[in-house]
């Protein structure tokens, strides 16, 4: 690493020649390599953008230059070149590096990307912002992995090709979004098409061919043009239709051509798309050969004695539930946006293909076909995680809540889901769906629950949300049978004094304090509608109330609750306790759960302490 330990900001690359840039990137693919594979993390995504990063800060001027990385997760090796080397070891960890870019950790970072799509927009608004004030820097959006599918990224496309922003657009294409022809006379095409000695010709004939008395002469040379590049580099009839300039496709991993090109790009005014085909996992044999598996890698488990085998996760029982499903009733479909492992939607796309659709990056998309395809008889499922489904909000609301259709929504990864941190944290579900008329929202505790309300939900005739975290579930055994009825929650355990009412996985926190205050303890199970007899008779009989929840305390379910007992002019001392009003920094889930106290000490403790500020307000 004699050359990268030399690197500690950008600028430190602009005095390599290209031998050493070259050598550069083989020590940062391998530092790379070594790290993640020991402290986990975002890995095939990352070794793919290697050449890319170098270029890119070897012929920009980052931090004046703003470079958005989208989708986040291929933005390490840009991490290593900009001050965080030797903090790469913590990413993802507490208190360590952050999973995605983010400006608040560093100057380097243009943009917060976790979730995808969002760059193209983000350097546009920038490419503004420069040109009002007169700055003379440039914006640069990468987007890949299959960021280019959301439709956020074509309006974008299609504002910036209409107001001929000065930006450049780099697609790296690594076979998850568009796949053109690769080779030297692509290279070499490009090259030649990105010149400034030819761009300058080029503005000069345009100028000869508006004086010719030739009609239409304009509109062919310029349709001549495109078919000869479409015939010779692939792919770039879409983006000169959004009156982009198309470089390529290139080898992504060519660094002496890609700093020719980008050096004549940073001369070139206007909306410019370079493409780009690399190799996800590039460098590292069996993330090249599988590069969903190598997507991300845990670090290796520290040696344990010999466990009882975990339970299954809340996502494997989606899994079994789905194909259960889908066998029993051929009208079973399900729909995912990219999330076919993630959702646990692989052995249903093994079973049931034709009633499988992943319908890429694409959340609001995956919404409103559900819509479509419930209007005309199907049963769709959308499995989505909770922090996605925000992305889809306006068609949740306007395509499938308005006009009351039966549609069911698994939502993954609701609550606190760890390394990912704020961009992905499943926070505010149980907020925003209660609040939108039609909707029915369940929370299971465990796998039974979760099972049978899913059940249930193909059963109801209104827009359905079924909401599970990530992570093992609680190893009980499904029954053939339950008691889940519609509405209705159940009552745990009964006790005195303090009520408590639990939602979600978090009874088992709420368990414990149970036990120890000899509280009364209810399981809601629905959010929305609220078993409202329950509640009511709960509170009357109890002095002191609490509610706990896996999402947001802001207009959460404990909101809920308490709307519900000032309607019945019920004012009892109440609490509730959730995730505080702010964005939750990353960590594994059990240690962010303890940061917010939704623990079994600390809720216990909470509890004790309410108790005894209220019982001194009333001395």
Request: hydrophobic share 45%; with cysteine; net charge negative.
């Amino acid at each position: 690493m004699s050359l990268l330990n030399q690197i500690q900001t950008p600028q430190d690359l602009k005095r390599l020649s290209m031998p050493e840039l070259e050598q550069l990137t083989a020590e940062l693919r391998q530092f790379l390599i070594d790290s993640v594979l020991k402290s986990g993390g975002h890995f095939a995504s990352g070794l793919g953008v290697i050449e890319l990063t170098v270029a890119l800060h070897y012929v920009f001027d980052a931090p004046n230059d703003a470079i958005i990385w989208d989708v986040g997760h291929q933005a390490y090796p840009h991490k290593i070149l900009t001050e965080r080397r030797e903090q790469l070891n913590t990413i993802r960890q507490k208190n360590g590096l952050k999973p995605f870019p983010c400006p608040k950790e560093s100057r380097y970072d243009a943009f917060t990307v976790g979730h995808s799509s969002t760059s193209v927009s983000a350097a546009l608004g920038m490419s503004i912002a420069n040109q009002l004030l007169h700055n003379p820097h440039h914006a640069v959006a990468v987007i890949g992995d299959g960021a280019l599918t959301a439709g956020m990224a074509f309006e974008a496309l299609n504002h910036a090709g209409a107001i001929k922003a000065d930006m450049l657009v780099i697609l790296n294409d690594n076979n998850m979004s568009i796949s053109p022809n690769v080779g030297a006379l692509s290279n070499m095409l490009t090259k030649t098409l990105s010149n400034p000695i030819l761009q300058s010709l080029r503005t000069e004939s345009k100028r000869l061919i508006e004086k010719l008395p030739l009609p239409h002469a304009l509109e062919l040379a310029k349709r001549t043009e495109e078919q000869i590049k479409s015939m010779v580099a692939g792919d770039g009839g879409l983006f000169e239709a959004l009156d982009f300039q198309y470089f390529g496709p290139v080898d992504g991993h060519d660094l002496p051509s890609l700093i020719a090109i980008l050096n004549n790009l940073k001369q070139k005014r206007g909306p410019k798309l370079l493409h780009l085909i690399t190799q996800k996992g590039k460098g590292y044999t069996l993330a090249e050969s599988a590069p969903i598996k190598f997507h991300a890698v845990s670090a290796p488990a520290t040696p344990k004695p010999v466990e009882a085998p975990k339970p299954k996760t809340y996502t494997q029982i989606f899994s079994q539930w789905i194909c259960d499903a889908a066998a029993r009733d051929h009208k079973v479909v399900a729909i995912t946006p990219a999330m076919r492992e993630g959702s646990g939607l692989v052995e249903f796309e093994q079973r049931f293909p034709k009633r499988f659709f992943d319908v890429a990056i694409a959340e609001q998309h995956a919404v409103t076909i559900a819509a479509g395809m419930q209007m005309k008889g199907l049963k769709p499922v959308v499995a989505i995680y909770s922090t996605f489904l925000q992305r889809g909000y306006d068609q949740l609301i306007h395509d499938v809540a308005l006009q009351d259709l039966p549609i069911v929504f698994a939502i993954d990864r609701a609550g606190v889901v760890g390394p990912d941190g704020p961009t992905h944290i499943g926070a505010f579900d149980l907020a925003y769906l209660r609040i939108i008329p039609n909707m029915v929202v369940m929370a299971p505790s465990d796998e039974n629950e979760q099972y049978h309300m899913l059940n249930l939900a193909l059963t109801i005739d209104h827009p359905t949300a079924v909401r599970y975290p990530r992570g093992s579930a609680q190893g009980i055994a499904l029954t053939e049978t339950s008691d889940i009825t519609f509405g209705k929650g159940r009552k745990v355990r009964s006790g005195h004094t303090i009520a408590i009412f639990a939602t979600g996985t978090l009874l088992h926190v709420a368990k414990h304090a149970a036990e120890v205050l000899n509280a009364t303890l209810i399981d809601l199970r629905f959010v929305k509608p609220l078993d409202q007899a329950l509640i009511l008779e709960a509170a009357k009989t109890h002095d002191y109330l609490i509610s706990i929840e896996d999402g947001v305390v802001t207009g959460g379910v404990g909101s809920a609750i308490l709307e519900l007992l000032a309607q019945h002019f019920i004012y009892k001392p109440f609490k509730a306790f959730g995730l505080p009003d702010e964005f939750l920094e990353h960590g594994e889930r059990a240690e962010v759960l303890e940061m917010v106290r939704l623990t079994d000490e600390y809720f216990l403790e909470d509890i004790q302490t309410f108790v005894e500020q209220v019982k001194l307000t009333q001395i």
